[in-house]
């Protein structure tokens, strides 16, 4: 009696810690929103908060919209799955003829997406006007999670143009030379980029724009049996993509880079960088061998390349995709290597920030795993060890790149070696996780009697 009574009271403050931690963490993220909201207006531009807002009577910006409806629907039946559907379609036909009768122009030729973000607010009050108990909390959670998605696409560009307009000057002269110790792999990607056009180039520019599709697609794939078992499971490829994208901005105000195309290159239009440039060399030739310095940059363009997000973003799809069926494998692996070609083909990133990004992405990864774990020795050891590594790349580019890119032969390797030896800890430690199948032990065959 007293087991069972000892038992409940655990469960009770269990949920009442679990429920104290999600307000917690949705006043921190609403309060990242107002500060984020604040400090767009201060540079003359509307923040996530005016931009999700205003999605819900102009026309929508590029952005995750019918993704984030795709991923509240986990939660629904089938039938109310095709009615939420329907009714976004709908809402979206009315506002488009609304629209071509008035003349009004629309954002990047974008029409539809009003109707997703209605029908993902309906969902909301719904829940909390016609829900109750269990029901109520997994019908918000799945809103939550949709508007999260398109909240994450607006925070990243408020938080790009915090970067541009307060980081002037960049450091992309260290990573450069740094980037000699790996054989200036952007530069050589860009030649054969080149080399394939047009193919290549369309190629690699689809699958580099379409990334948070193929993030979505693998995510319906987790997340397909929450409307059948009421339940989210405990980790899936949403949360690691909305703390990548969390935690990565931070990185870029301490280091701010703009990727070759823009401080070697003409930058990305073709002609707008080239009078900030150090020299127009990408991707003909590597700079020259000298001593790096942070130089001044235009106030428009992003510092947003270490560490790279995009190979942190499709590490994450390639690692939960590997319990996904055969066609979804190959799609995982089918994007990591065609986003780590386009990162360095498009001059986007330099080699060096592709290794911050995979082992940004594994120490992300195993400390969500830990956390839900309960933070083992092995989980710790692992997130110490990735934070470790991660904040000795940025050193090592920062303050030791000539003597990088002086004795290729050997940082070079060793740059790699310590990317690879996260990768084997993650593995290693995973494994130990899971839990072990012990193969059923079959009958003795049993001797007829003489």
């Not at 409940?8 to 921190?28: I, M, P, S, Y």
């Amino acid at each position: 009696m007293f087991s069972r009574i000892d038992a409940d009271a655990a469960l009770a403050a269990c949920r009442q810690r679990r429920a104290v931690l999600w307000a917690v963490a949705g006043v921190a993220a609403l309060g990242i929103l107002v500060a984020l909201e604040i400090a767009a207006r201060r540079y003359g531009q509307p923040g996530p908060i005016t931009d999700q807002l205003s999605g819900l009577l102009f026309a929508p910006k590029p952005g995750p919209l019918y993704g984030g409806l795709a991923l509240m629907m986990v939660v629904l039946t089938w039938r109310q799955r095709f009615i939420a559907a329907g009714a976004a379609v709908g809402i979206d036909a009315v506002f488009v003829l609304v629209r071509w009768a008035v003349g009004a122009e629309t954002a990047d030729g974008r029409f539809f997406g009003n109707g997703a973000l209605w029908v993902m607010l309906g969902c909301a009050v719904v829940a909390v006007t016609r829900r109750t108990g269990a029901e109520r909390t997994l019908l918000l959670k799945g809103v939550g999670l949709g508007l999260l998605l398109v909240a994450g696409r607006k925070t990243g560009d408020t938080w790009l143009l915090i970067t541009a307009k307060s980081r002037p000057a960049v450091l992309d002269q260290y990573v450069a030379t740094a980037d000699h110790a790996l054989g200036n792999p952007s530069w050589l990607m860009g030649r054969i980029v080149d080399a394939t056009d047009p193919i290549g180039p369309h190629v690699l520019h689809l699958v580099y724009a379409q990334l948070a599709v193929a993030a979505v697609v693998v995510a319906l794939y987790q997340l397909r049996d929450v409307a059948a078992e009421r339940r989210f499971p405990r980790h899936h490829l949403v949360r690691t993509f909305l703390v990548i994208g969390l935690l990565g901005p931070a990185i870029y105000m301490i280091f701010p880079v703009v990727g070759p195309v823009f401080a070697y290159g003409p930058g990305a239009s073709g002609t707008g960088g080239v009078q900030w440039a150090v020299a127009d060399l990408w991707p003909d030739a590597p700079p020259a061998l000298g001593t790096p310095h942070s130089m001044p940059y235009d106030g428009i363009t992003p510092r947003n390349c270490m560490p790279s997000l995009h190979t942190a973003w499709a590490t994450a799809i390639f690692i939960h995709s590997r319990r996904a069926p055969r066609i979804l494998r190959f799609a995982g692996t089918f994007w990591l290597v065609a986003t780590l070609s386009a990162t360095l083909g498009f001059g986007y990133h330099y080699g060096a920030d592709l290794v911050a990004g995979v082992v940004f992405a594994l120490t992300v990864e195993a400390a969500l795993r830990s956390f839900d774990r309960g933070w083992d020795r092995a989980g710790i050891q692992l997130a110490c060890y990735g934070v470790t590594v991660f904040a000795a790349l940025l050193v090592c580019y920062r303050y030791l790149p000539t003597q990088l890119a002086g004795r290729p032969w050997l940082f070079g390797p060793l740059l790699v070696l310590a990317m690879v030896s996260v990768i084997y800890g993650y593995v290693r430690t995973t494994e130990l996780w899971e839990p072990a199948t012990v193969p059923a032990q079959q009958p003795e065959p049993q001797l007829e009697p003489a």
